[in-house]
């Protein structure tokens, strides 16, 4: 039977008691964890969300009717402990923080029972993650989650507070708001009383944060939720959380500085890490061209090298293939790997395969200097001793090349670059590395849709010195925007806005809205711009992906309280489920057979 907590208060959580308690009277709530009676003495575990503490009861010290009731304590029951805190008889137990203390029991309350869980609560559990999800209540009672979603509130916390200090204003926009079919699908809400219309959940706050400038509130910020109705991926949730923001009368530098120093506070105090300011900066094409990636991972060199004019004579049809259409030959240096079985390096090629590659070509560089080469029959031993040496290639390195448009190169190069990284154990999780990308196109043709879309958003400001190209070469123009990235993942962005009328229509007809759509989707935010409004910039962080990050979680889920799975359903509650016809009817919505 449940007793109540009537007449008692905890003092302490487990942790919390230290020696410096000895001799002291605590009380101590929270959930069994293990229970051991050997007898005239009974051992037990107490967990609450700061840890364990050992508690001892002994008939003698707690009474027959605290001992008997000891006696039943089964894993997670609920339970109040008033006793004294000792140290310990039995030596120190050094895998926990209470561990050189023990609390002798004078009384037990069993304020609720439990049901044997259908997995144990512990660390680092090998239970399935479809289970841990269904319960996950229980599955959240675990450690590891616990400081998960600890650091998280610690973050946001931290987030908050040095904002607020930096003069930001934390205001909330709305989530019901009107569907924009560019960027990713939505997903909808009916309107009851204007039936046939729909809300959309916001994507992001992006056209309300610039309202907020033309309003006057210079910063805002906001740990805004999102939702995107995508595909889903392994680190994608339809829903998560942007810490957003938005500033007025700044350029991008002035955006990024408040950042670095968010960022090395936030850095500082949840991981102890000093994070050097300012954080390295590279323009898109200088990442694409180093790295193929624009998100690359700054933990390890092994640059791309363009040897496209170093080939450009040879008759091996693949170079000469991919420069006649206009592409590239490339490579990077795996230093070291020169001696990989030919195995390995078959594999290394099937990977490439799956990013677009045709295959790869290799140079190996054995100890003695002699070459073994997958293209030897084409070029000298001079050719390939000059290719060698423009890489940097030493006896025992394996040089990999790639040949293609430059697309396919630099996807399979900068995939290949991470591969290896990870093959060789060159990505270590506790190390930090952010780099600021800068200058994205403006635009990306979409081969689809046969025209140009906006790579960031349709609001995002051009770069002066490039606005007049836009009709002439609209995909050279590069854009005010900016990429944060970490440790080879993209944890935010943003850019520059568009406040001029002229350049958000030119904007506007370019990405194909007839001035008639532009007005349909966006007119509150043209209309609201014809009344003054300021220069504007701003930035929003993934912070599910920034706290994955820290915590070194494998999953994004594992930093998510009541995350969804990869179908979007939540397997606990089991949303979305179909709802009473009554309700259906009250929205004027049918659902066509086919669906059901
Ligand atoms: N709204 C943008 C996004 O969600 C961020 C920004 O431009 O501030 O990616």
Not at 483 to 500: F, K, M
């Amino acid at each position: 039977m449940a007793e109540s907590m009537l007449g008692l208060k905890r003092s302490h959580r487990c942790t919390e008691v230290t020696t410096a308690d000895a001799g002291k009277e605590v009380t101590v709530m929270g959930w069994v964890q293990k229970s051991r009676n050997k007898g005239g003495i009974i051992f037990v575990d107490l967990r609450d969300r700061s840890g364990l503490l050992q508690i001892i009861f002994e008939e003698s010290e707690c009474g027959a009717e605290s001992f008997s009731k000891a006696e039943r304590l089964r894993s997670e029951f609920v339970v109040a402990i008033t006793g004294v805190v000792e140290s310990r008889a039995g030596g120190v137990n050094e895998n926990l923080a209470t561990g050189a203390i023990e609390v002798r029991a004078r009384d037990l309350r069993i304020l609720s029972e439990s049901e044997t869980p259908p997995f144990p609560i512990e660390e680092n559990s090998k239970t399935k993650e479809e289970l841990r999800l269904k319960y996950r209540y229980l599955d959240l009672r675990r450690p590891d989650i616990q400081k998960n979603m600890m650091i998280r509130s610690q973050v946001a916390t931290l987030a908050r507070a040095f904002l607020a200090e930096e003069g930001f204003l934390e205001i909330e926009t709305p989530t019901m708001i009107k569907s924009t079919p560019e960027g990713a699908r939505d997903y909808l809400v009916p309107s009851r009383v204007h039936p046939g219309s729909f809300y959309a959940l916001p994507q992001s706050p992006q056209l309300y944060k610039q309202l907020l400038m033309c309003s006057g509130y210079d910063r805002y910020f906001q740990l805004a939720r999102c939702y995107r109705d995508e595909d889903l991926r392994a680190d994608r949730q339809p829903e998560f959380t942007q810490i957003d923001m938005e500033l007025s009368f700044v350029d991008v530098d002035d955006v990024l500085n408040v950042n670095e120093r968010l960022l090395k506070k936030i850095f500082k105090e949840i991981c102890n890490c000093d994070l050097p300011l300012p954080i390295e900066r590279l323009t898109w094409r200088e990442a694409m061209d180093r790295f193929g990636s624009d998100k690359p991972d700054m933990r390890f060199g092994m640059e791309l090298n363009d040897v496209s004019e170093l080939v450009k004579d040879t008759e091996f049809v693949v170079f000469k293939g991919a420069l006649e259409m206009g592409g590239s030959v490339r490579a990077i240096n795996a230093e070291g790997q020169g001696a990989m079985p030919r195995k390995k390096i078959d594999a290394l090629v099937e990977y490439a395969k799956g990013f677009g590659a045709k295959g790869l070509a290799y140079l190996a560089i054995n100890e003695d200097g002699t070459y073994k080469c997958s293209f030897s029959k084409f070029m000298t031993e001079e050719e390939l001793h000059i290719l060698a040496e423009a890489l940097g290639g030493k006896p025992g390195d394996l040089l990999l090349f790639a040949a293609d448009k430059d697309k396919v190169v630099f996807d399979v190069l900068g995939n290949l670059r991470l591969e290896l990284a990870r093959q060789l154990d060159l990505l270590k999780k506790n190390e930090f590395k952010f780099l600021w990308v800068t200058e994205f196109p403006l635009l990306e043709y979409s081969e689809e849709q046969g025209r140009y879309t906006a790579m960031h958003h349709p609001f995002t400001m051009p770069m002066d010195e490039d606005w007049a190209m836009i009709d002439t070469n609209p995909g050279a123009v590069r854009a005010k925007a900016y990429d944060i990235v970490l440790n080879g993942t993209e944890i935010g962005g943003g850019s520059v806005r568009i406040h001029q009328g002229d350049i958000q229509s030119k904007m506007l007809e370019i990405l194909g809205f007839s001035k008639e759509q532009a007005q349909e989707q966006f007119g509150f935010l043209l209309d609201a711009f014809k009344f003054g409004v300021p220069p504007h910039a701003g930035l929003a962080y993934g912070l599910d992906r920034v706290i994955m990050l820290i915590v070194g979680a494998d999953s994004i889920r594992d930093v998510i309280a009541f995350p969804k799975v990869k179908d979007a359903s939540c397997l606990m509650s089991e949303a979305p489920a179909p709802v009473d016809s009554k309700q259906l009817e009250e929205l004027r919505i049918g659902i066509s057979k086919d669906s059901e």
